[in-house]
């Protein structure tokens, strides 16, 4: 059973949350605050791993991370079988949970390969761009957070304008990145890994983005 869009949300006050009118439903909003946390904790990690190679992460930080969103991702999916009623449509549900679990697995991924490249692309500065990522998963956990709080319209689309920002910037800094790389005097091997290495970065933040398109999906519609 789904329940009509006059959710609430964005309205006048006076205007009962779903949230408190079906208790149950809470539990949604906090898995999926939780899995947002964890998203933006990987990208924190990763942060560390590059910014400082003795800061003691390792690539089983990065999978714990992954495998930590994962088993949330499983737990609503658990409750979503046995909740009758839910304040979010249980396809926006899913839809939000995906979408966060892509960002510590992106994360996971990069990890892997940074792992395997790390010796031909020692000096490479990822800081710029690792700083947009960290950026984009702190909008994240504001715009999940704000799902439980029957937020303004303008406050959500303020937040996915900041993420749209973001994501601009980094589309720039991979042009930037490319144009270094094509200039051939890099070795064709280290060309070859810090690309794949900028693409994947570039991901992090595209799933960040695509993580705050569904929120403001999601308020839209029962707005």
């Known amino acids: 059973m789904m329940l009509p869009a006059c959710s609430g949300f964005g309205q006048a006050g006076g205007v009962i949350s779903l949230a408190k009118l079906f208790g149950k439903s809470d539990r949604f909003f906090e898995l999926l605050a939780a899995s947002a946390k964890s998203a933006h904790e990987s990208v924190e990690a990763l942060a560390r791993l590059l910014r400082d190679a003795e ?13 930590n969103e994962k088993k949330t991702a499983e ?24 979408a966060l679990y892509r960002i510590p697995k992106t994360v ?44 303004k319209l303008e406050d959500v689309k303020a937040a996915n304008d900041m ?26 091997i280290k060309a070859m890994a810090m ?10 933040i595209d799933r960040c983005r695509d993580t705050g398109n569904i929120v403001s999906q999601i308020v839209l519609k029962n707005s």
């Not at 800061?55 to 495998?67: F, K, M, N």
């Not at 990890?111 to 790390?118: D, I, P, S």
């Not at 031909?120 to 504001?142: I, N, T, W």
């Not at 993420?163 to 064709?188: C, F, K």
């Open 75 to 98: 737990i609503i999916g658990e409750e979503l079988v046995k909740v009758f009623v839910t304040a979010l449509e249980r396809e926006d549900i899913e839809a939000l949970s995906k």
């Open 195 to 204: 690309r794949d290495l900028f693409d994947l970065l570039e991901k992090v």
């Open 108 to 151: 996971e991924k990069f990890g892997e390969r940074f792992e395997l490249v790390k010796h031909l692309v020692k000096g490479s500065d990822f800081a710029p761009q690792m700083v947009l990522a960290q950026e984009a998963a702190a909008v994240v956990v504001r715009m999940v957070d704000m799902l439980a709080k029957n937020p």
């Open 55 to 67: 800061s003691g992460v390792t690539l089983a930080e990065l999978a714990l991370a992954r495998r």
């Open 163 to 188: 993420m749209q920002e973001l994501e601009s910037r980094a589309d720039e800094l991979v042009l930037g990145n490319l144009r270094e790389i094509y200039t051939g005097t890099m070795d064709p």
